[in-house]
């Protein structure tokens, strides 16, 4: 059983839960390391007890990264260098159904109050790709409808200036004349 840190107490607010959500090989995933200091654990206890209980982490619930994909997370998130006294191992990235698997092999209370808030959180974020969908398309609609209006507008403005300019050749007098009257 792994034995939490001092503050373990503490619950993880759902914005620190959401900047640890990465997008990696086209999933939503989070990093072993980020699970673990919201768990309130030691990395290495975590993968210990993954190492443990494999048989509840297949590969779409759970994954090691690349070299690749760690210098690119290094350049984006600034995480630890191995040279320079980082992990030694290349880091595991967990699905939604992973970091839901973590709480059958972390028993605690804190395991469980955080699976909760990291549910929250991907749900949320299912919420909100789904709202920018249909704010892009609601857009994308009005762009559509928008598109032909500007001829139209361009060819009304040229009418009514038509109207307003003078007429070509000379004025025809309108009413009365008195100068071409004959006395």
Known sequence: MIVPRKNAGEVVPLEIVE???YVIRKQRVMLASDLARMYGVETGALNRAIA???GRFPPDFMFQLTRE????LRCQIGISNADRGGSRYLPYAFTEQGVAMLASVLHSDRAVQVNIAVVRAFVRLRELMVSNKQLAGKFAELEARVAGHDEAIQNLFEAIKAMLADPPGPKRVIGFNRQNEKP
């Open 19 to 21: 900047r640890c959500i």
């Open 52 to 54: 443990r209980n494999p």
């Open 69 to 72: 994909e760690v210098v690119s």
